[in-house]
């Protein structure tokens, strides 16, 4: 698990560093919900989204460092339609495309359609 979240802190530190924006304070935390603080800079990753697969472990950071380009550089918030083509556009540099329901994801795929995960990073398991 230590090389993922190496992974994840890497690929945060990337997104910022490409999209210009002020450090934010990743941290991994064993609580319910993620969250995004702009006031305090801070991101909170749940343990158990990076337990659950590595897509979905990428999306869930991916999904909250898009909170700080939409507010910082385009001055929307929350999960706006503006928000879903930021988190999207990054999504694909990963190979991972979302397929949505409301705000949050049904399920992820890659850029071909087959299915990562779904249902919160429940793996998707091929027979």
């Known amino acids: 698990m230590d090389n993922l979240k190496q992974y994840l802190y890497q690929i945060a530190k990337d997104i910022i560093k490409n ?4 450090d934010i304070t ?3 935390k064993n609580v319910r919900r993620g969250s995004a603080r702009n006031r305090t800079r801070k991101i909170t990753i749940p343990i158990w989204a990076i337990q659950k697969s590595r897509a979905f472990a990428i999306y869930y950071t ?5 909170h700080f380009i939409v507010n910082d550089k385009l001055g929307g918030g929350g999960h706006c339609e503006l928000f879903k083509q930021v988190e999207t556009t990054i999504l694909e540099k990963y190979y991972i495309k979302p397929v949505y329901k409301k705000a949050y994801p049904k399920y992820l795929t890659d850029l071909n359609g087959n299915k990562l ?3 919160f990073g429940k793996e998707i398991i091929s027979v």
């Open 19 to 22: 999209n210009d924006l002020e």
């Open 62 to 66: 991916i999904h909250e460092v898009s």
């Open 26 to 28: 990743i941290k991994f």
């Open 117 to 119: 995960c779904g249902n």
